[in-house]
């Protein structure tokens, strides 16, 4: 029972320094500023978003954006995520014998599945058109106004 309760005691320790480092480090910063230890030039063109060096249009912080970067984003996440299930299984894969070859062949499988599932549906294509443009053109059987 105490080594039972020393493990949270550990979790416990490792929740307040989770917590203190970056309150202090932010602290100090701030503190820095106050004492002029660290420079305080604000500038309005520090705070414009930065696009690849391109002028910024309109105002970013309140625009849509559309959703195929999201979806682009989530399908990197998933591809990525694949790479640190295959890692450990790739170190040891001598060791674990034919049973762990056929489960990673089957996690191999199901996400060729949803890829080729994603390829199909057209998510992989990327329109140059805007979504507003989009919406514009007519249904097809329709006639435009």
């Known amino acids: 029972m105490d080594d039972y309760l020393r ?39 520090k705070y414009d978003p930065y696009e ?27 591809f990525d995520v694949e790479a640190v299930f295959l890692f450990p299984w790739a170190t040891r894969a001598g060791e674990l014998g034919w049973g762990a070859l056929g489960a990673v062949g089957f996690f191999i499988a199901v996400l060729v599945a949803g890829l080729v599932y994603e390829w199909r549906a057209g998510g992989l294509s990327w329109d140059e058109a805007p979504p507003a443009e989009q919406a514009a053109e007519p249904v097809a059987g329709q006639r435009a106004a």
């Open 52 to 78: 690849c060096g391109m002028v910024p249009e309109g105002n970013p912080r309140w625009e849509r954006h559309n959703v195929r970067f999201y979806r682009y984003g989530l399908l990197f996440l998933l």
């Open 7 to 45: 493990q949270y005691g550990f979790v416990l320790l490792l929740g307040i320094f989770s917590v203190t480092l970056p309150a202090g480090v932010l602290l100090i910063s701030q503190l820095a500023t106050k004492v002029r230890a660290r420079p305080f030039r604000p500038n309005p063109l």
